[in-house]
């Protein structure tokens, strides 16, 4: 097989304007943008359109048609005035989504979103769909790693997500595999980890400050290890992230 490379980085500014082309990059944003995306789509929605600014995502459903269109996303944790649902993955029920497109504006994962769009392919990471990932990527050259970060800033649980991909694609992949820093040192912190994702996930400031707002099962939901074949991805012609399933074998 192949050289490749995967490198990781753990804040959204650190891949830009770096030189090359990711073949494909992974976003991980576990609490809770990535993980509230799979869910969605388990539950049925049809496309998730990432926004990062309030006004644009509110123009944008008016647009699109109210009728079918939900506004969702959050801002320091809470849902927005005004819009139709929160980041929780527990909300995101077949009742309320199924068939329908959802704008989506989070505080982190959608700025990570965008920021990737230079990669020839961009797929939505979690613990819930880690293994479906790096089955939906064949013999690429170069693999980006993106941490969401929280507000611009070092995410553990985001590192240990990516240090998981890591973990598991090298044990997956007989060829060669360069790393970068931060994917010896994510990979260094699943395997401190692994045997207590939800302990970890505790650990974390960002799970930390989500159970002070009453939000201890998102982490619950966040700590389930490939309990999802979902992988979305974004339509890079179309600026809209769209569902797959998962059926390569590297």
């Known amino acids: 097989m192949v050289a490749m ?12 304007g770096l030189d090359g082309k990711a073949n494909v990059i992974v976003v991980f944003d576990v609490l809770r943008g990535s993980t509230t995306i799979v869910a969605a789509f388990k539950a049925g929605a049809t496309r998730i359109i990432p ?6 995502a509110v123009r944008l459903a008016f647009k699109l048609g109210r009728e079918d ?8 944790g809470e849902p927005i005035e ?8 527990l909300e995101y029920t077949p009742d309320k989504v199924e068939g329908k497109t959802l704008i989506f504006s989070s505080s982190n994962c959608s700025k990570a979103i965008l920021a990737s769009r230079n990669a020839k392919r961009i797929l939505i990471g979690c613990f819930n769909n880690i293994q479906a990932i790096m089955e939906s990527i064949e013999q690429p050259s170069t693999i980006y790693l993106l941490c969401a970060a929280k507000m611009g800033r070092f995410s553990f649980e985001d590192a240990v997500c990516a240090g998981m991909f890591i973990h598991i694609f090298m044990e997956s992949y007989s060829g060669e595999i360069g790393l970068n820093d931060a994917s010896s ?3 260094y ?3 401190q980890h692994h045997r207590d994702i939800l302990g970890m996930l505790k650990q974390s400031s960002h799970g930390n400050f989500l159970t002070k707002l009453g939000r201890q ?16 991805e974004l339509s890079l012609d179309k600026n809209y992230i769209i569902p797959t399933v998962a059926i390569k074998q590297l």
């Not at 926004?51 to 644009?56: G, M, N, P, R, Y």
């Not at 269109?69 to 320091?76: A, K, M, Q, S, T």
């Not at 005004?82 to 993955?89: A, E, K, L, T, Y």
């Open 5 to 16: 490379d995967i490198l990781t980085f753990f804040t959204p500014t650190e891949i830009m």
């Open 51 to 56: 926004v990062v600014d309030l006004d644009q």
């Open 69 to 76: 269109v939900l506004l969702c996303g959050e801002r320091n």
């Open 82 to 89: 005004g819009f139709d649902m929160g980041n929780s993955p």
């Open 185 to 187: 040192t994510s990979r």
């Open 189 to 191: 912190l699943y395997r």
């Open 217 to 232: 099962q998102d982490l619950e939901y966040a700590a389930l290890v490939n309990s999802e074949t979902i992988v979305p």
